[in-house]
Structure formats: structure tokens, C-alpha cells
């Protein structure tokens, strides 16, 4: 049974990749509007799906992909104004390409104006957009439209949607409906579209499909690179739970609580119920808090905050206030009058309701030691993106909380072996506060990366980063003290005026120092992969020995493919973007590693292609994909068909090991700063290529 479930996951999962690789998250269609009987607007609307955004028109030159309108032809008519964006246009700060950016989210929607000079008009172009998630971005889009009509307002009443006097050209559809198999629109697209020479270079075989090669690579590795969701937000809530329970505010409550219920039951199996619907209650408590975040803030917000300055900023300063509160600078507390009210009306209550306000007193009692626990967790996992991370988080951090009192009602003897409260649970308290400060430069870096004030390069942060840690350890062995620390008395009953240290805060030191010691090669450009998720970029350091940057040989797919087949190399393609954030990430998390800059420069022939590059072909291209014409005007294009057509996907960014006749040699990968397995994707691919030799 466990080895049916395994498979159906795997199942699941790898669905979803190929969907997510392949599916277009936004459908733009053009449509024409007469505003008077001399003014003509081309509308384009659209949906976006949850998650995804379409860049606006405002974008300075360097940045992701803005929306642009190319007119082909224009008889009668001529442009009033520039495209606009009329959606909901919301602006952030990018903190990869250094500027402000506007999208928009859930519908897409630009207007262009133009004025009638004939009686008789026709415009044609076509539309480009740019469209990204927290993980992918798809290639440039174009949105096609023709029309015609006249300036007659008897056929063309104001305000009234005109259809085209004649058939609009065809709207490309690079990628396939959501009912259909990627195989088999692109065996529709090999059948009716051999890969002329212009297309694929005289290289017929090296365009020709591989999407159902790569599905068997995919569907046959159990350990395809995971992603950050909602697994890890309940990983990370239930942490926070059982770090929670170890604080003065809740771990004296345990005993009393228990005690409570079974003293006041008729008999031990109804003091256990109660109990166990206590601990429910507090799951539905913090859950209902996850969910409230999640209405608050709403999918759109969720999504952006892992860029928005402004919202990094805030985070920053909200976890050194935590932090300043654990360390005994303060105490957040929520008024008393609150707590007062709740206990009141619990004990006046009876059945159901009272357990479940008696939980309510306990979040609210507790709260000057679980809000800033909650506070960075609830930051952590809102700035995943996934819009249930909240709620699973709390559901974790709930579980977490509640277990005990249900465990010890079960099992009453075990009260009697619970460690007393004392200076432990102060020690507990500190370390989280010097975490939580630890973790506000983080999102200070996101901000300092957005603004581009370069106060908080790599080697800056990493010297916070060492000091922290090192004063960590040194408080652990007892050579600092805060102001919540309890004096200790030897046996004349005189203050010890430096405290023993226990064997466990010992260890805990160890560590601590040794994690300081780790970090500080980096600030000499060693890779410290075990903060690279949280330290600002290697290009933001000024100061680094030696050079692990990797740039392709090759950013032309036949002339790349030559090449490896003249050396007898396996190749490496890279499908990226200009304006894609999340290629710059890899590029910065991964690529600047050692051994994977190593193997990639020496073991493959690395192919970049740039689906956003706007150099023109030397003549337009017309190919035949999903029985619709697509247009490929731009190099951009024709690598973004090449994607698409011969590997089933569109999004980047998209790497993909082949040998020199085009196949796979085992499952693409995508969107994941996992080093070690961005290096075993690198080592099988070698293995494979050389058990073909």
C-alpha cells in the first residue's frame, strides 16, 4: 500500500512539472473598439493565472520583459499616444535587476489608440508581453491582430466591439490547451513542419522532438529537485512549535493545565477528552491566525513579497524588535484587560466553549513568547509565494504546540519526569532573540539589493552574520549575561559571580562558534553553502579570490552542437532570459559553486539561448504548431520554438543535457538552488553520456 501511495505522489508531482513547464498562464486576445467616429482603440484582455504576473509598459531598458506593440501595417490611421497599461498596474522595487517594475496580476489588460485619417483603415501587429512567476518565466509572447473596417458611424456605432471586415490573422498558440498532451501537439508540429533549413540550421535531426525521451527520464527519477512549499512551511511551523514550548510563558502552563482537566473530570477518560479537545482547539486557534493573514494580505500581495522592498524593510524592523524583547530589552504583551476577558468568560461558560476560550486565555497569556516565534514564521513562509503557506505553517506550529497537553493527559505519570522551569528557558529566549536579528538582515539585504544602496553586500553581511553567532557562543559559556538571566547561589547562599556551565550549553557553543568560524573564509569569496540562501549574492562582493563565474561557449544552438560533435562533448543547454529573475539566481546560487563551475566548463559544451533576444531574423519565419500559424520574427523566437517544440516546455529558466545527436540524457531541470542536486543532475548526465560512448 505505502509503495502505491509513493507512486501516485511521484505521479502528482511530475504531472504538475510538465504542466507547469508547458502550460501558458496567460491568454491575451485583441479585439477593436470605436470610440467616435474618427477614433479607433485595439483592446487587449486577458486572464492571468494565480500566481503569475504580466509586466507592464514602463520598464526601463535592462530589466524583465515589457509589454510593446509592433505595427506591421497601418493604412488609414495613425497612432495616438503609446500602448498603455489600463489594468490594475501595481509598481515594485526588483531586487535582481535593481529597479522598479509595474505588472499587473489576474487580468491583463493594454489599450492602444489610433486616429481615422481615411474612411476606409486597416492596422495589423502584433502585441509582446512578458509574463513571471516566483519560479518560471515564459518567453516572450506575441499577440497578434488584423483589422479592417471604415469610419462610417452607421456601421460603426460608438462604443460598439466591431469585428474585423475580414479574418484577423490567426493568434499564435506556442503553447497547447489544457486539455491536450504536449506529445501530441508537438507531433502535430513535426508532421506538419520539418525543420527547414532556416528554422533548424540544415540540422534536421538535432530540432527533431524529445519530449517523450525526457518524459521517461522524468517519470523514472524519484529525485527530481524539490520545491519550497508547503511541506517545508509545515516543517518549519512545527519547529517553531516545539522551540515555543520550551519558553517561560508555556512550559510552567503544561503541568497546571493537565492537572486542571484531570482533577476537574468525573473520571480519567473525560479528563483526557478534555484535554484532547483543548489541544484542538489551540490547532483551530492558529490555524484561523494562518488564515487570517492569508484574507489580509490575498494571493497578489503573498507573491510579491519576497521583492517588495517596502514589505522586506518592515520584516526587518519587526524581527529586531522581537529579537530586542527576547533579549529582555522589553515585553510584548497584548492588554490585560484582553486576557482578563477571555478567562472571565471561560469560567462562566461550561462544555465546549469553555475549553476552547481556556485555549484562547493560553495564546493570549503566552503571546510575549510565541508572537515574535509566530511573527518570523509567519514572514518566513508569506514570502514563499504559496498562498496556503500561512495557514499549513500555523497547522504545524499548532500541532506542535498542542501535543503535549494531549500527551500528558494520556499518560499523567509523565509529569512527575518533566524538567522545572529555570535559567534554561531564559538561555532558549536569548538565542531565539539573537536568531530573529540574524534573520532581519536578510530581509534588510532584499531591500538593500532592491534600492541598490550597497549597504549590505555579501562580505558586510557575513561580518554581521560572524559577530552574531560568536556572541551566541559566547553567551552560551557565560562570558555575557542579559538582563532576564537569574543569578545563582553556591551552597553559602553568595551570588556566583560567573555561573557553571552545563554540558549541553557547552555543546550548543561549540556550535555556535564553529558556525562563526565557518563564514569567515567567505569573506574572502568562499561559496558558504550553508548561507547562500540567505546572504546577498556573490556579485555583490567586492573583494574575491579566484573566479568561479561560468559563461557559455556557444550562444547559437547548431553552432554549439558542431562543436560538441567535432570534440565529442556533451552539451548543456540553457534556456534563459534576459528578464528572467530566477536565471540570474541560479546563475548567482549555483553556477558560482566550485565543482559545478568546474564540471560545466570542462566536462560540457554550455549552450546559452536567450528566448528574449530581439535581434531580427533574416527573414520572417512562418511555422505550423497546435494547427495554428506562429510567426518567428526574432532569434528570440526561433530558441523559444526550439524549447517548446523539441522539449515540451516554455518556461525558464530550463537546462537540459543532451548528446551530440540531440537526446536527452536524463531529466531536465528547473527553478532549484540546491546545489547538490544541480551536481547530481551533472553527474548523471556525464555517466550517461559516457555509457553511450
Wanted: proline content about 6%.
Amino acid at each position: 500500500m505505502k509503495r502505491i501511495s509513493s507512486l501516485f505522489t511521484l505521479f502528482i508531482f511530475t504531472a504538475a512539472a510538465v504542466l507547469a513547464q508547458f502550460h501558458n498562464p496567460v491568454s491575451i486576445q485583441a479585439t477593436q473598439k470605436m470610440v467616435s467616429d474618427d477614433v479607433l482603440e485595439v483592446l487587449f484582455q486577458g486572464p492571468i493565472d494565480m500566481g503569475w504576473h504580466v509586466y507592464g509598459t514602463d520598464i526601463a531598458d535592462g530589466g524583465p520583459t515589457r509589454a510593446e506593440l509592433t505595427l506591421e501595417t497601418q493604412k488609414g490611421v495613425k497612432p495616438d499616444g503609446k500602448l498603455r497599461a489600463t489594468g490594475k498596474v501595481q509598481k515594485a522595487m526588483d531586487e535582481m535587476f535593481g529597479m522598479e517594475v509595474s505588472y499587473m496580476e489576474g487580468t491583463a489588460s493594454f489599450v492602444q489608440r489610433f486616429i481615422i485619417t481615411e474612411p476606409e483603415y486597416e492596422v495589423a501587429g502584433y502585441l509582446t508581453y512578458g509574463a513571471c512567476n516566483d519560479e518560471n518565466c515564459i518567453p516572450p509572447t506575441n499577440v497578434e491582430f488584423s483589422f479592417k473596417g471604415t469610419a462610417s458611424p452607421k456601421s460603426s456605432p460608438e462604443g460598439k466591439d466591431l469585428q474585423a471586415a475580414e479574418p484577423a490573422a490567426p493568434s499564435p498558440s506556442p503553447e497547447p490547451s489544457e486539455n491536450s498532451e504536449p506529445s501530441d501537439s508537438l507531433e502535430s508540429s513535426e508532421s506538419s513542419v520539418s525543420p527547414e533549413p532556416s528554422v533548424g540550421g540544415g540540422e534536421e535531426a538535432l530540432w527533431a522532438p524529445v519530449v517523450d525521451e525526457l518524459k521517461a527520464f522524468e517519470e523514472g527519477n524519484s529525485s527530481l529537485p524539490s520545491r519550497k512549499g508547503w511541506v517545508g512551511a509545515f516543517l518549519l511551523g512545527l519547529l517553531g512549535g516545539l522551540i515555543a514550548l520550551l519558553t517561560p510563558c508555556v512550559w510552567p502552563i503544561i503541568p497546571m493545565t493537565v492537572s486542571f482537566f484531570l482533577k476537574r473530570a468525573e473520571d480519567k477518560k473525560k479528563g483526557i477528552r478534555d484535554a484532547i479537545t483543548y489541544g484542538i482547539s489551540i490547532v483551530v486557534i492558529y490555524v484561523l491566525l494562518g488564515l487570517l493573514v492569508t484574507l489580509i494580505f490575498g494571493a497578489s500581495a503573498l507573491n510579491a513579497l519576497s521583492t517588495n522592498a517596502v514589505f522586506n524593510i518592515f520584516f526587518c524592523l519587526m524581527l529586531l524588535v522581537f529579537g530586542a524583547s527576547f533579549l529582555g530589552g522589553f515585553e510584548i504583551t497584548l492588554p490585560s484587560s484582553w486576557t482578563n476577558a477571555v478567562d472571565k468568560k471561560s469560567g462562566s461558560t461550561s462544555g465546549l466553549l469553555s475549553i476552547f476560550l481556556m485555549a484562547f486565555t493560553l495564546s493570549l497569556v503566552s503571546f510575549s513568547c510565541t508572537g515574535p516565534i509566530i511573527g518570523f514564521l509567519l514572514v518566513e513562509v508569506s514570502t514563499t509565494g504559496s498562498l496556503l503557506a500561512p495557514t499549513v505553517g500555523m497547522l504545524g506550529f499548532a500541532l506542535a504546540l498542542a501535543l503535549p497537553f494531549t500527551l500528558f493527559a494520556m499518560f499523567p505519570a509523565w509529569l512527575k519526569t518533566m524538567p522545572k522551569s529555570g535559567n534554561w528557558m531564559n538561555c532558549i529566549k536569548v538565542c531565539l532573540g539573537l536568531l530573529e536579528i540574524a534573520f532581519a538582515l536578510k530581509f534588510f539585504s532584499v531591500a538593500d539589493l532592491a534600492y541598490g544602496w550597497h549597504l549590505m553586500d555579501r562580505e558586510v553581511f557575513l561580518c554581521l552574520w560572524i559577530v552574531i553567532f560568536a556572541l551566541m557562543g559566547a553567551y552560551l559559556i557565560g562570558w555575557i549575561r542579559f538582563p532576564h538571566d537569574e543569578d545563582e547561589y553556591d551552597e553559602m547562599g553568595e551570588v556566583v559571580q560567573r555561573p557553571r556551565t552545563s554540558v549541553t550549553r557547552f555543546f550548543m557553543a561549540l556550535a555556535a562558534f564553529a558556525f562563526a568560524i565557518y563564514m569567515v573564509p567567505g569573506l574572502w569569496g568562499a561559496p558558504c553553502k550553508a548561507v547562500s540562501a540567505f546572504a546577498p549574492p556573490m556579485q555583490t562582493q567586492d573583494f574575491r579570490l579566484g573566479d568561479a563565474s561560468v559563461e557559455a561557449r556557444f550562444n547559437d544552438y547548431d553552432e554549439g552542437m558542431q562543436y560538441a560533435a567535432a570534440h565529442d562533448m556533451p552539451v548543456m543547454i540553457d534556456f534563459t532570459g534576459y528578464g528572467c529573475v530566477n536565471c540570474r539566481k541560479m546563475e548567482a546560487a549555483v553556477w558560482t559553486d566550485p565543482q559545478v563551475a568546474s564540471i560545466m566548463k570542462e566536462d560540457y559544451v554550455l549552450i546559452t539561448l536567450y528566448v528574449d533576444e530581439k535581434t531580427p531574423l533574416p527573414e520572417k519565419l512562418t511555422v505550423q504548431e497546435n494547427g495554428q500559424d506562429v510567426t518567428l520574427r526574432t532569434v528570440g523566437d526561433r530558441w523559444s520554438y526550439l524549447q517548446r517544440s523539441k522539449f515540451g516546455a516554455n518556461a525558464q529558466p530550463f537546462y537540459v543535457l543532451i548528446d551530440n545527436a540531440g537526446h536527452p540524457l536524463t531529466a531536465s531541470y528547473s527553478y532549484n538552488e540546491d546545489v547538490q542536486a544541480y551536481l547530481s543532475f551533472l553527474e548523471t548526465g556525464l555517466r550517461e553520456y559516457r555509457k553511450r560512448r
